[in-house]
């Protein structure tokens, strides 16, 4: 009775019916589920960064994760590079969330533009009495910063990441993590090199000082909690010596080779005359350069 | 009534409403007979018929290169217009290239190293690497932007350091490069138009990308013209 009384009921439900288009809208969803609508790009990070699905290697979606980042992220990583804080560590609190490859590639990118730009200003400075000095843009030394940066910003973190891997670190970092940290450590040399334009040997030796003991602070710092439970001591204070001898050693190095003068005339140093021109022009290029 | 016979009811009244559309249907129309004088003056007097088959190749080269200067002046107008971005072409950006990088030359007595081909090579290299690199990271930072409109964008946008490249040549015929007043004079006329590029590509670039992200997009912009108006510059003789 009760069944025979249901059936014809439930047929007359049973049908497809027209929904008006206004009321099927994208905020429909949330009626239903009352979640917040996922396309809201104000939470997309806080929700969504636990549980990214991971696309396939060879699609398009798989290497934007990668760069994944906002400017105020941005921006706060390149601060933090080279702004030593004690209280937290640059990778757990920068980093952590998504480490991006945006950065690490475009301020290698910068520093291989102020590097090769700067250094040949210097040499144009520094030789600019000298009629002879053809002076050109030198792409045997872009070359060869490019080959320098991008070989330092991911052979050194490859073997970092290599050597806390093979040791069974408790830290867990990741090798994108390690190589962010790396890209980013690179910053401070980027305004550095764009003063050592300033032909003064004692002002650039300075700058170096302060450029290097800053970010290598920063730089060691992040990796410290990785070594510090090393089973070995001398281990994991040789890795931090090495960490921190190759930063300062590629500083010295770009400074030794970019911004030593040739001497392209046979035997005459630069003359007085020479200098107060060099210091007239100084003033007047870094507003180019900047 | 069953459901089948209402489906039924509504197929017939389908298909006479496709038979009073053929009804309707205008069916009467000019065949185009290739050989036919007539045919074909009237398809030549006509620039926007798409039947381009039978054009003379002047007319096809004349309206070719009147796009191309239709987005030259585009670029001096920066305005947010998405014609350039629409019809994209690559020929703009090809002769821009190749006049730089011909303009930006070394000669070859120059004993610089490598001989004036190599600078040529060494300007067209970064300008498309550049350009492309510029534009994998816009579309990796989420820009919805098609790769090769990017590329058109970045490269139209050359037009002001092409024409810094001419000025500064004009400038160094005049005199020698080591005079002050004549440098200062190149270093005003390409800051401008670096200044000019880059403000035109963010305009047509910085809509198709996210609202927090446009820096990002824009920062590498800024240094691609940034290396290409280095190069004009540090080109003395």
Redesign the interface.
């Known amino acids: 009775m009760a069944l025979s009384g249901y059936v014809p009921a439930a047929d007359d439900q049973l049908e497809f019916q027209d929904f008006p288009e206004d009321e099927v809208g994208p905020a429909a969803p949330n009626s239903f589920t009352g979640l917040p609508d996922p396309h809201d790009?104000e939470e997309k990070d806080d929700l969504l960064t636990g549980d990214r699905t991971q696309a396939s290697f060879w699609t398009?979606e798989y290497?934007?994760a990668?760069?994944?980042?906002?400017?105020?992220q941005?921006m706060s990583r390149l601060l933090g590079s080279f702004i030593p804080r004690l209280h937290s560590n640059y990778l757990q609190t920068y980093i952590r969330p998504n480490p991006d490859l945006?950065g690490p590639?475009?301020v290698c990118?910068?520093l291989i533009?102020t590097i090769a730009?700067s250094g040949?200003l210097a040499a144009f400075m520094q030789t600019s009495g000298k009629?002879d000095f053809?002076?050109?843009?030198d792409?045997?030394k872009v070359s060869i910063a490019a080959t320098a940066i991008f070989c330092y910003a991911w052979l050194v973190p490859l073997i970092l990441w290599a050597l806390l891997w093979f040791r069974g670190s408790s830290s867990s970092y990741t090798f994108l993590e390690i190589a962010c940290v790396y890209g980013y450590s690179l910053t401070v040399y980027v305004p550095i090199s764009i003063l050592w334009v300033i032909p003064f040997v004692w002002l650039r030796w300075l700058l170096l000082v302060i450029g290097t003991s800053t970010s290598g602070f920063v730089l060691l710092w992040a990796f410290w909690p990785a070594v510090r439970d090393e089973g070995k001591k001398i281990i994991g204070i040789g890795c931090m010596l090495l960490v921190g001898l190759m930063h300062v050693g590629l500083a010295i190095g770009f400074l030794l080779y970019f911004f030593q003068v040739p001497e392209y005339t046979t035997g005459s140093t630069i003359t007085p005359a020479a200098n107060t021109t060099m210091s007239t022009t100084t003033t007047?290029m870094p507003s180019?350069v900047t | 009534m069953s459901t089948s016979a209402r489906n039924a009811d509504t197929a017939d009244f389908h298909y006479e409403q496709l038979d009073q559309s053929i009804g309707e249907l205008d069916l009467e129309g000019d065949i185009m007979v290739p050989g036919a004088a007539s045919s074909v003056a009237a398809a030549a007097d006509d620039l926007s018929d798409p039947d381009t088959l039978d054009e003379p190749v002047l007319a096809t080269v004349v309206r070719d290169l009147r796009a191309v200067g239709v987005k030259f002046r585009h670029v001096f107008y920066p305005r947010r217009n998405p014609a350039l971005l629409r019809d994209w072409d690559l020929w703009g950006p090809l002769l821009l290239c190749i006049t730089l990088a011909a303009l930006l030359r070394?000669d070859g007595s120059?004993d610089?190293?490598?001989g004036g081909d190599a600078h040529f090579a060494?300007v067209f290299v970064v300008i498309w690497l550049g350009a492309v690199v510029v534009t994998l990271?816009s579309?990796?930072?989420?820009g919805a932007i098609s790769f090769l409109q990017s590329v058109c964008v970045l490269g139209y946008c050359l037009l002001p350091l092409t024409i810094a490249a001419v000025v500064c040549q004009l400038v160094l015929l005049l005199g020698s490069?080591?005079s002050v007043g004549l440098f200062?004079t190149r270093?005003i006329v390409v800051?401008a138009a670096f200044a000019w590029s880059t403000f035109a590509s963010t305009a047509f670039v910085a809509d198709s990308q996210?609202p927090?992200?446009?820096?990002?997009a824009c920062?590498?912009i800024f240094?691609f013209y940034?290396?290409v108006g280095?190069?004009i510059l540090?080109?003395?003789?």
């Open positions: 790009a398009f290497y934007q990668f760069f994944d980042v906002d400017t105020h941005v945006y590639f475009w990118a910068t533009c730009i040949d009629m053809a002076w050109q843009a792409f045997k007047k180019n | 070394r120059d610089g190293g490598g060494e990271n579309k990796l930072i989420g490069s080591e200062a270093v800051a996210p927090r992200r446009k820096v990002l920062y590498p240094l940034f290396v280095w190069l540090s080109h003395a003789r």
